[in-house]
């Protein structure tokens, strides 16, 4: 029984558990920052848009 409670013990007590914590943490940061970016991409390639569309007319 103690061998077992050991065991239990120190496979909670490994580090694999917090990097991919970690790594998860990472993803969605770049996540938010990857829509932050698009969204304002977005909107100047939608007003470049508009104004070449308006010169055309």
């Not at 409670?5 to 991919?20: I, L, Y």
């Amino acid at each position: 029984m103690l061998a077992l409670w050991t065991k239990v013990v120190s496979w909670m007590q490994e580090e694999k558990g917090a990097s991919m914590v970690e790594y998860a943490l990472l993803v969605v940061l770049i996540a938010i920052v990857a829509l932050v970016a698009v969204r304002l991409a977005g909107r100047e390639v939608s007003s470049t848009f508009s104004e070449i569309g308006s010169g055309l007319t």
